[in-house]
């Protein structure tokens, strides 16, 4: 692996570990006898979720807690952090990154190394995604690091590590993952 490559995914897992420790920090401030739980109301969750930086759809809080609350109707936060831990590691595997090569590749139609905002939109549209025009700019703008116009290899990878760690993409890999299993009994 190039050195570039290298401390690239250095740094993704370090602002994965970054991320867990914050959302652990936050439930622990709630949890003081420390129970591996809090209590599983709505609001209770849902602010210790966004205090963990875990900003989430009123309906994927409401999932969350179906997922992840014990039969006395708390919340089973070392679960819930677990499972967003290993999202989260999943996410960062080869496996993955090879599936962003792949994607990039096809979406790379001139093969120039480069996607063009031409390629972008055929990508989107093939894909059946309708995104009007001034939010495929902004996604554009974001990605597009050094301004040209274009989304470069590196820059593809960078943009598609920070939407794996937006907590929306990521609980969305846990709660699939989550959907056939129940949270331990405390």
């Known amino acids: 692996m ?18 867990n420790l914050r959302l652990r920090e936050a439930f622990v401030r709630e949890d003081v006898r420390l129970t591996g739980t809090i209590a599983g109301n709505m609001p209770q969750v849902a602010a210790t979720l966004r205090a963990g930086g875990l900003e989430l759809s009123k309906a994927q809080v409401q999932q969350a807690r179906k997922t992840f609350v ?6 089973n936060w ?10 989260r ?21 001139d093969n120039s190394g480069r996607i063009s905002r031409d390629e972008l939109e055929t990508a989107l549209h093939a894909s059946n ?11 554009l703008n974001t990605i597009d690091a050094d301004g040209d116009g274009n989304i470069s290899y590196p820059e593809f990878v960078d943009g598609m ?8 993409n990521v609980f969305s890999r846990v709660t699939t993952a989550n959907s056939m299993r129940s949270p331990r009994r405390q």
């Not at 014990?70 to 919340?75: A, L, Q, V």
């Open 89 to 109: 590691t999943d996410a960062n595997k080869e496996s993955a990154l090879m599936k962003h090569a792949r994607m990039f590749k096809q979406i790379d139609q």
């Open 70 to 75: 014990t039969g006395d109707g708390r919340f």
């Open 78 to 87: 070392e679960l819930f952090c677990d499972a967003i831990e290993k999202a």
């Open 2 to 19: 190039k050195g570039g490559q290298y401390s690239q995914r250095q740094m993704i897992k370090q602002q994965l570990h970054n991320q």
């Open 161 to 168: 590590a920070k939407e794996m760690m937006t907590g929306a």
């Open 129 to 139: 995604v309708s995104m009007p025009q001034d939010q495929i700019d902004k996604v």
